[in-house]
């Protein structure tokens, strides 16, 4: 299990259509956002509750009705206070692929920095084109193609109207750090079930300790341990959804050798054991 719907390596969509909608409840075994990455484009809407939402280090609180707007490779994490929230994620290049000239010029903005994420109101002018893309997406009309490709260039087209209160060299500072940031929580996830240690996952970052542990709680608001624990509990929570599967096996299977220590863990994360949340989603 490694949270099928946010990956890096994740198909959007179809070849001749690359986007797709995410809705995301209490019930969804995806609820939180880990902190993630991937090349394409996300827009997040909440329609109820609240989402605390964490883009290249920088904390946000989304409201009912607001949305955001993530770039591709920008790393972004999330964490919902009884809330439900969509996602829409695309491939951009791809959208205006017909187009070169309207490509090179998204590119060339989130190249200066002048595209980055932003928060919109639903009153705002991109926050209604957004609440209306993701209602297109929801009725999937036989046209539904058609507008949603169309709401997409009108919102991009906004967009670009609008430049991010980023300065270049934050950007550029940012930029060298997601770079080192990516690395690491790529080996993360693919190698969580095996044991890493802070040194291996500094190594990764080519960077030293101390350094490191500095740059990624900037981004992502934990230690690198601290971290590594969380994804692997979740991972774990994910897993208790399969009946077949032993707590123990669990357990193991996601890294942590010590069935006491995984427990407490667990608890500390879910404020519940590992039986007691098995038996609250089954």
Same mark, same amino acid.
């Given at each position: ?7 890096? %390596?994740?198909?959007? +969509?179809?070849?001749?259509? /690359? ?6 409840? *209490? ?61 829409? &994620? ?20 989130? $190249? %200066?920095? $002048?595209? *980055?994420?932003?928060?919109?109101? +639903? ?6 084109? @957004?609440?209306?893309?993701? &209602? ?20 991009? +087209? ?22 080192? @940031? ?5 080996? @993360?996830? %693919?190698?969580?079930?095996? /044991? ?5 996952? *500094?190594?990764?970052?080519?960077? %030293? ?29 994910? #897993? ?10 669990? *357990? ?23 039986? #007691?949340?098995?038996?609250? @989603?089954?």
């Amino acid at each position: 299990m490694r949270y099928i719907g946010y990956q890096e %390596n994740q198909v959007r +969509g179809t070849f001749g259509f /690359p986007i797709q909608l995410y809705y995301v409840d *209490a019930n969804h075994p995806q609820y939180e956002m880990p902190f993630h990455w991937h090349m394409e484009c996300e827009l997040i809407l909440v329609l109820d509750g609240k989402l605390q939402l964490t883009i290249n280090g920088t904390a946000y609180t989304l409201q009912k009705g607001q949305s955001a707007f993530i770039p591709g490779e920008f790393i972004h994490g999330g964490v919902p206070e009884s809330c439900i929230y969509e996602c829409v &994620v695309f491939d951009i290049e791809r959208f205006l692929a017909q187009s070169p000239q309207c490509l090179e010029k998204y590119t060339s903005a989130l $190249d %200066n920095g $002048d595209v *980055a994420e932003m928060i919109f109101d +639903g009153s705002s002018k991109c926050g209604q084109i @957004i609440d209306e893309l993701f &209602v297109n997406m929801e009725k999937e009309g036989s046209n539904y193609t058609f507008t949603t490709t169309g709401l997409l260039w009108q919102f991009i +087209g906004e967009l670009l109207e609008q430049k991010a209160p980023h300065s270049t060299d934050d950007f550029d500072t940012v930029y060298r750090k997601n770079k080192q @940031i990516k690395r690491v929580l790529t080996k @993360i996830r %693919n190698d969580y079930s095996k /044991p890493l240690t802070l040194d291996d996952l *500094a190594r990764e970052a080519h960077l %030293n300790s101390q350094y490191f542990c500095r740059a990624f709680k900037e981004l992502t608001g934990k230690s690198p341990i601290d971290y590594l624990n969380y994804y692997r509990i979740e991972c774990a929570a994910e #897993q208790l959804r399969l009946p077949d599967l032993s707590i123990t096996e669990i *357990a193991l299977s996601c890294g942590f050798n010590d069935l006491s220590y995984f427990n407490r863990m667990f608890k500390r994360r879910k404020n519940m054991t590992p039986s #007691q949340y098995r038996n609250k @989603i089954m």
